[in-house]
């Protein structure tokens, strides 16, 4: 018989409560500020596209990076969700990202 552990609950949280190195994060909010993608070297010798956003909610806002497709689906005043996404600290700056593993959907444009 196959044994399956039981499924981690996703977390849906406000932005005010997210924390460096969570995983398995849903968050949901107002694309507020988005930077001109840049070009960016990969370690495995390849190019991608990168641009940073404030996902803004009731609660606060964080700094959102966006990849390759990614970017072209939003705009500033788009309301998105980002599901199974993670959180880390680059330069010192708190970021959800939406990761290999995580959704980007848009809700209202």
């Known amino acids: 018989m196959l044994y399956m552990a039981p499924a981690r609950p996703k977390i849906h ?4 409560d997210l924390r460096d190195g969570m995983r398995r994060v849903d968050a949901e909010g107002e694309i507020s500020e988005m930077a001109e993608p840049r ?4 370690k495995t010798g390849d190019q991608a596209r990168v641009a940073d956003c ?3 909610d009731d609660s606060g ?6 990849w390759d497709d990614q970017i072209d689906m939003v705009k500033q005043g788009s309301k998105v969700r980002v599901t199974n996404g993670y959180t880390n600290s680059f330069r ?3 970021r959800l990202n939406v990761g290999r593993y995580g959704k980007l959907e848009i809700l209202e444009a």
């Not at 806002?61 to 966006?66: F, G, P, V």
């Open 39 to 42: 070009t960016v070297n990969l």
């Open 92 to 94: 010192g700056e708190l």
């Open 13 to 16: 949280m406000n932005v005010k």
């Open 54 to 56: 404030m996902l803004k």
């Open 61 to 66: 806002q964080i700094k959102l990076s966006l």
